[in-house]
């Protein structure tokens, strides 16, 4: 069963220290047994710059999966 539906906010952890936080705009999608989420972040602690920074913006696909680094709350 999913933990997270459409309007949510989520945060993204990096070792343990709010890395973003965002708001649920699609999903889940279960792909493999895994949920996704397309989230549209509006806060980060290291916004991404330079001549990329462009395939960051707007919503972005989610998995919730943690990992050693990273955690979905």
């Known amino acids: ?3 997270f539906k459409i309007g949510d ?4 952890l990096r070792l343990g220290q ?3 936080k965002g708001t649920v ?3 889940p999608f ?4 895994i949920d996704h989420y397309h989230v549209d972040w509006t806060w980060e602690a290291e916004p991404h710059k330079g001549k990329f920074a ?3 913006s707007g919503p972005q696909i989610v ?8 955690t979905i709350a």
């Open 1 to 3: 069963m999913a933990r």
């Open 9 to 12: 906010t989520i945060r993204q």
């Open 18 to 20: 709010l890395y973003r």
């Open 25 to 27: 705009v699609k999903g």
């Open 30 to 33: 279960n792909v493999e047994g």
């Open 54 to 56: 462009d395939i960051f």
């Open 63 to 70: 998995a919730d999966l943690n990992s050693k680094k990273y």
